[in-house]
């Protein structure tokens, strides 16, 4: 276990680092943003045709109101964490692989939930937007990177955590109860 | 998804709700024990620029003792606001999440998580404090603080990493150490 957050706290401080350098900024996370919300314009035009990404931003054409997708709501960091969480579990390869591609389908779906979202709640109620945009879809964010962790590690094979001594064991942890493991 | 975590994402999102009301509420008295010790680091290591540090609801607000503008005399010190809530709200989420998990001991969890995360809002706090005065001011403002460059740059990287990584980070963490029983039986259940 603490081999584990050792690794998993490093590596999330090494690439959340890397994703601060100009380098990172200018080839990754602004072409990203743009991305993220082009993808978004795309999906709201389907029911709103008035709304157009121009960049990082989301600009309604009906009455001018406009997010702009920044640094923590880009889901960078979201990615970045769960990242680390999966290369610092013991885990073949070809798991970390699957659990990080459909993890930043997921992460990044949810993402763009929160953008759409936000653009139509600042357009009918402030406060209620600052809330959702400050604390509530922070939380729900990490929620969803822990839940993506969660059941991706489900989803190993436990022979060979069992084996290596995975971080659950070398924490001390006793394996559960069979009955416990059945019903739960 | 498999069904304990279903099962735990649902309890959790119905907890998230009443998590949120009793911090956003109880935020005056969750969040000063932060301040105090917001309040012991600015004594130990920020005496020369911090003159007091005071709470008012969740808002943190750092009297210096650094100056508006170039008059040196009679024009007041600059006071700086942080709202703290910026930087706590992983406590509701780790409320619910222990809630969530139907675990024995949860009032021992919930006193640990907020052990742990409680240095965590004070970094951020503290570090948007730094943020300010030595980088956003300006430079009539930063000047007089006297940090040198490479400092600047750790300020910059703490506050990004205090805002942006730590409010949701460590309260997940917390909840994996504290709930490595549920954990080992999410693993040994079927997906």
């Known amino acids: 276990m603490i081999r584990f957050f050792i690794t998993f706290l490093v590596l999330q401080a090494a690439l959340f680092g890397a994703e601060l350098t100009p380098w990172a900024q200018q080839f990754f996370v602004v072409p990203w943003t743009n991305t993220l919300a082009a993808i978004s314009a795309n999906l709201v035009t389907l029911a709103d045709p008035n709304v157009i990404a121009i960049g990082k931003v989301l600009r309604s054409n009906t009455n001018g109101f406009a997010v702009s997708i920044e640094a923590g709501c880009n889901g960078v960091e979201a990615t970045i964490v ?23 389908v997921a992460v990044q779906g949810l993402n763009i939930v929160r953008v759409i979202s936000l653009f139509y709640l600042g357009q009918w109620n402030y406060k209620v937007f600052e809330w959702a945009h400050l604390y509530v879809w922070q939380a729900l964010i990490m929620l969803d990177v822990l839940v993506v962790w969660l059941v991706w590690v489900r989803t190993l094979p436990r022979a060979r955590d069992d084996r290596d001594g995975g971080p659950p064991a070398s924490g001390g942890v006793r394996p559960p109860a069979p009955a416990a493991a059945a019903t739960a | ?27 005056p008295l969750l969040l000063w024990p932060a301040k105090l010790l917001i309040d012991v680091i600015a004594r130990l290591w920020f005496a020369d620029i911090i003159r007091g540090v005071e709470q008012t609801g969740a808002i ?38 222990v809630l969530a998990a139907r675990e024995p001991h949860w009032p021992r969890n919930l006193a640990i998580g907020y052990a742990v995360i409680l240095p965590f ?37 703490a506050y990004q990493f205090g805002s942006l990584i730590l409010p949701t980070v460590v309260p997940a963490i917390v909840w994996v150490i504290t709930h490595r029983r549920m954990f080992e039986r999410l693993r040994s259940a079927s997906p």
């Open chain 2, 1 to 27: 998804m498999g069904g304990p975590v279903a099962r735990f994402v649902l309890r959790a999102l119905a907890w998230l709700p009443v998590a949120f009301a009793v911090w956003y509420f109880a935020a």
């Open chain 2, 121 to 157: 809002v004070a970094w951020g706090v503290l570090a948007d404090f730094l943020k300010t005065v030595a980088i956003a001011a300006g430079p009539l403002v930063a000047s007089q603080t006297g940090f040198s460059a490479w400092q600047r740059e750790v300020i910059a990287f």
């Open chain 2, 60 to 97: 943190v607000t750092f009297v210096t003792t650094l100056k508006p503008g170039q008059a040196t005399a009679a024009s007041g010190a600059v006071a700086i606001d942080v709202n703290a809530l910026l930087y706590s709200f992983g406590l509701p989420l780790y409320a619910a999440l």
């Open chain 1, 82 to 104: 769960l990242l680390a969480a999966v290369l610092a579990f013991p885990a073949p390869w070809k798991n970390k692989l699957i659990g990080l591609a459909a993890g930043v």
